[in-house]
């Protein structure tokens, strides 16, 4: 199929599930944040499945042709991964400097990285069992994880990517032997970190990929809308991603309006396109999203692209999150036609 749509990951969580004022104040949590959820622990694991039922139709019902489980069990995009692994220390956090600059609590690294349990294992197979469109699935990547914590026991950067690399290979083995048709892999810090991203990030994500044989993706960003209103025009790190193992590539080109003439840099890769701008709740046009696609086609081939939101829709309104999927998804009803 000519440009499939579905999102980056995130879906807007429901206002009975979790408290959207208190989740706006933290962007977003690296440790856990348990205080955000309104549901009572004991019926925690029920309101998961029945608000993540919810996501799924919401982007069957848009048309979405890839599904994801909009993250709707997480606090944060990386903090239900991070935080399960062994050889942290969450009752006593650690701290680093955001991309905003500022102070904020991070897991605590006090001995090996280790991956006790598949932690996203179950997440698949409750979306492969509840849809029979293509599945895709998100992990937050050693890359960024290794930005996101406080080491205390290596003291050593690369040597921290690297381990949480073993951790997400063997997440990812396990999510594709579960069902899993594509595995995203989320590295923004990539792009706020590109110094440290070209010493040993790009081994890192590459070493978490080694042996890995299905369909993957990695997405990089300059934040969520809702924390970053103005952004540049180009990436620090983006090109470089053509040396990675991922077969997709996903990058923000709406909200930046980012020159794509660097898309033409990252060979044969398929690119997940952001062609939905998050940081205006307003429902774009069919024509404008079609727009931001052509910018993309005059650097790239028709059979690379795949529409996407610029990030994850977790900040938006609900009702704003749909318009805008259904958007899309006609913008590439059109551009088939166009181009078929």
Same mark, same amino acid.
């Given at each position: ?17 979790? %408290? ?21 622990? @004991? ?23 890839? $599904?994801?489980? =909009? ?7 990386? &903090? ?16 680093? $400097?955001?991309? %905003? ?7 605590? $690294? ?60 063997? @997440? ?28 040993? =990030?790009?081994?890192?994500? &590459? ?21 970053? &209103? ?72 028709? @059979? ?37």
């Amino acid at each position: 199929m000519l440009f499939p749509t579905t999102l980056v990951g995130s879906f807007p969580q429901p206002d009975w599930l979790i %408290n959207r004022e208190k989740l706006a104040g933290q962007f977003p949590p690296r440790v856990r944040a348990r205080e955000l959820w309104r549901v009572a622990p @004991e019926f925690l694991e029920q309101a998961w499945d029945d608000a993540t039922l919810l996501a799924i139709r919401a982007q069957e019902d848009a048309g979405l042709d890839i $599904i994801s489980d =909009g993250e709707i069990r997480r606090e944060s995009y990386s &903090n239900r991964f991070a935080t399960a692994l062994d050889g942290v220390d969450l009752d006593n956090p650690g701290t680093v $400097i955001n991309r %905003n600059g500022l102070p904020v609590p991070v897991p605590r $690294i006090v001995g090996p990285i280790r991956r006790l349990r598949p932690v996203e294992v179950e997440d698949l197979k409750f979306l492969r069992a509840h849809t029979d469109r293509r599945v895709k699935i998100t992990v937050p990547g050693p890359f960024t994880m290794s930005e996101q914590a406080q080491d205390d026991h290596y003291h050593d950067g690369e040597a921290v990517a690297m381990a949480y690399a073993r951790a997400v290979r063997e @997440e990812i083995a396990d999510l594709f032997a579960a069902g899993a048709d594509i595995v995203q892999i989320d590295e923004p810090w990539m792009q706020s970190r590109p110094d440290k991203a070209r010493q040993y =990030g790009l081994k890192a994500l &590459n070493a978490a990929l080694e042996g890995i044989e299905g369909e993957t993706a990695v997405h990089i960003c300059f934040g969520y809308a809702a924390v970053m &209103n103005a952004k540049p025009s180009g990436y620090s790190f983006l090109s470089e991603l053509r040396g990675c193992r991922c077969r997709q590539v996903s990058m923000e080109t709406a909200q930046p309006n980012l020159d794509c003439s660097v898309l033409g840099t990252l060979g044969d890769k398929r690119l997940m396109v952001g062609c939905i701008d998050l940081s205006d709740e307003t429902v774009e046009s069919v024509d404008t999203v079609v727009a931001r696609i052509e910018k993309a086609l005059a650097h790239v081939r028709p @059979e690379q692209v795949i529409l996407a939101p610029d990030c994850g829709m977790k900040y938006l309104p609900r009702a704003s999150a749909d318009g805008k999927m259904r958007a899309m998804v006609a913008a590439a009803a059109r551009l088939r036609e166009r181009y078929r």
